[in-house]
């Protein structure tokens, strides 16, 4: 498509197949023990069980003075809780800040996550100055972070190429399933 400018100047404009800039990682991981100074954390499986997970805001360091990244309310944020952690899945919207922060991912300069929480109960463990929060009450915020509380959590950015190998992988799942299922039926 091209689109006429000042000075008679031709801007051509290609329409690329989805370059939707998404990002996939976790922002809070279970059983993994983070040293905070003062104690160590870790966060118990069924931490996120029942937590006000109404309305997350997507950020960057946690900080209010940038413009949320995504957010659940939108859709543009969507998490599921699995076996290993809080995951995350954004796309982010077309702005300057969040094309500098998926280069920034790309490239790995960002690479880890935080979350914002109340917790509803826990545990201390004077002995090991361990404190296990057992139930969250609500989760704030996602945030990509330059320093993080817990190193196991992860960032990174989805390529089309990547999804497409995911999606290519499941298909030959599936298939293999129902031709399992089919071969059972067959014998009977």
Excluded: C
């Amino acid at each position: 498509m091209e689109k006429r400018v000042k000075e008679n100047r031709i801007v051509e404009l290609r329409a690329v197949e989805d370059e939707s800039m998404i990002v996939e990682g976790y922002a809070a991981v279970f059983d993994s023990v983070t040293d905070l100074g003062w104690v160590k954390e870790v966060i118990s499986r069924g931490a996120f069980d029942n937590a006000d997970m109404s309305d997350i805001v997507m950020k960057y360091n946690h900080e209010d003075s940038f413009l949320p990244m995504a957010r659940t309310r939108g859709g543009s944020l969507q998490f599921e809780v699995d076996d290993h952690g809080l995951k995350i899945r954004a796309k982010l919207p077309e702005t300057s800040t969040n094309k500098d922060i998926y280069t920034l991912i790309q490239e790995g300069v960002l690479s880890k996550m935080s979350f914002a929480f109340t917790v509803k109960s826990e545990e201390y463990d004077y002995e090991t100055d361990t404190r296990k929060i057992l139930a969250f009450d609500k989760i704030f915020d996602v945030s990509v972070v330059d320093v993080p509380a817990y190193e196991s959590t992860e960032i990174y950015a989805r390529s089309k190429e990547t999804y497409e190998e995911d999606k290519k992988n499941y298909l030959e799942l599936k298939k293999a399933k129902m031709l399992a299922i089919m071969s059972l039926e067959n014998e009977k």
